[in-house]
């Protein structure tokens, strides 16, 4: 491989922006499918899909064609007016997802925060929780997105050191353990609020009964159950949702990252009506949210994970691509994590460090990302076929029998 161009590129990112990332030393300059290219023409497949938000690989014709036609046709409007796209999307992904209604927002941290002031209000005038009192119990270890509020509730103290003074009214208690929700409750509690896994945690699963445990509980103690879906909705686990391997329904969920079909950001939140009634005309909005090019492009980025088995490949691919891990037995593999096509392997940091073996899978081709020290994340577009995934794994086991080796 040769790099003869990506250097000034670099150069150029880190003289004119701030050092709030670290990438890869890889700079991307075109992309389809499952397939990335550097401006020097080497070739990539994508295991990162963009924190999962290229669900449908790169540049899906059909989610290309919409975005033209639509685009021609009308892309911003603002909520000041109806449109002809809006209704439609929202009548789809409510019907898909089971709840009454959905309020579009862009980035999933802007979801979020529609969830926590829709949850506070809920908690206010539903609930009579007393002014400026009311709680939302979160988890160690959670990821949410950026904004003030939401890192106020974060345990990673690099996402929250001098970024306060913080939003109070979080409880944050141990992921997985449903009893240690259900102490935290107290009659100022509006909601729990939770990822099914955490991702950005280090794909993190909880215990088999842990959502349907907290169901019970959130029922029985009046309090809402919201749970984050980012980055593990939209088929990434091998159902649409996380939330239904266990059989439960939430009474709200979060949607972002895939749902602009690797497009444009498109996020949502999704509950009853019962709790969106309170979100009343000036209280709560967004310029861009719910556009015309957003609405018709999430409309037909949910229809595709079915009409293309999208959610099926991710269940079974997922599931050869874990077991492929598992079958490596490799000294530097430690754990083998996820579901569907997410995956967090764990590597013996002895060995080797998460960045370094991005690193050396960069230089044979492959594009991941550490999360963490020592979990690397591998999360491929759904559209992957098996004979991509063995390809890889020829490649990920080569690499690991070469550490070891040099040990
Ligand atoms: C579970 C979860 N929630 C929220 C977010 C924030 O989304 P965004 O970066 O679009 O604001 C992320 C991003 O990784 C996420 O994984």
């Keep these: 491989m040769t790099y003869s ?7 150029k990112e880190t003289d004119f922006g701030p050092d709030n990332y670290k990438p890869i030393p890889v700079v991307l300059s075109k992309a389809k499918g499952v397939w990335v290219w550097d401006v020097d023409g080497n070739k990539y497949l994508d295991m990162m899909s963009a924190y999962s938000a290229v669900s ?98 974060s345990s990673e103290p690099n996402s929250k050191d001098d970024f306060g003074p913080l939003t109070p009214g979080f409880i944050s208690v141990e992921f997985g353990s449903a009893k240690a929700i259900e102490k935290a409750i107290n009659k100022n509690t509006a909601a729990v609020l939770i990822e099914p896994i955490q991702g950005e945690g280090g794909i993190i699963v909880p215990p088999e009964n842990y959502l349907s445990d907290v169901r019970e509980i959130c029922t029985q103690k009046n309090v809402l159950m919201i749970l984050d879906e980012v980055q593990s909705g939209l088929g990434r686990t091998g159902k649409m949702f996380a939330f239904q391997h266990s059989d439960i329904q939430p009474d709200g969920l979060i949607l972002g990252k895939a749902l602009g079909g690797g497009f444009m950001p498109v996020s949502c939140f999704l509950s009853s009506s019962e709790v969106m009634q309170w979100l009343t005309p000036g209280s709560h909005g967004s310029t861009f949210g719910g556009n015309p090019l957003a609405a018709a492009i999430a409309k037909r980025a949910l229809e595709l994970l079915d009409e293309e088995g999208l959610i099926e490949n991710s269940r079974v691919l997922g599931e050869y691509f874990k077991n492929a891990f598992i079958e490596m037995k490799s000294n530097v593999i430690t754990d083998v994590r996820g579901k569907g096509l997410w995956i967090g392997v764990e590597i013996d940091p002895s060995y080797i460090s998460g960045k370094e073996l991005s690193m050396l899978l960069l230089k044979k081709g492959i594009l991941s990302k550490e999360t963490h020290e020592t979990v690397i994340r591998f999360a491929p577009p759904l559209i992957i076929t098996k004979e991509d995934i063995d390809w890889a794994v020829n490649i990920i086991k080569e690499t690991l029998d070469e550490i070891v080796l040099e040990k």
């Design 56 to 153: 449908h690989g790169h540049s899906h014709p059909e989610l290309l064609k919409v975005l033209h036609k639509q685009s021609s046709q009308l892309a911003l409007t603002s909520r000041a007016f109806y449109t002809d796209t809006l209704g439609p999307y929202l009548e789809t992904i409510t019907s898909l997802s089971n709840f009454d209604m959905a309020l579009p927002m862009n980035s999933g941290a802007e979801a979020v925060e529609t969830a926590i002031k829709a949850a506070r209000r809920w908690g206010y005038r539903s609930k009579n929780i007393e002014t400026d009192k009311a709680e939302i119990i979160v988890a160690d270890g959670n990821f949410h997105g950026r904004t003030t509020t939401i890192v106020s509730f």
């Design 5 to 11: 161009k990506q250097q000034s590129f670099i150069d």
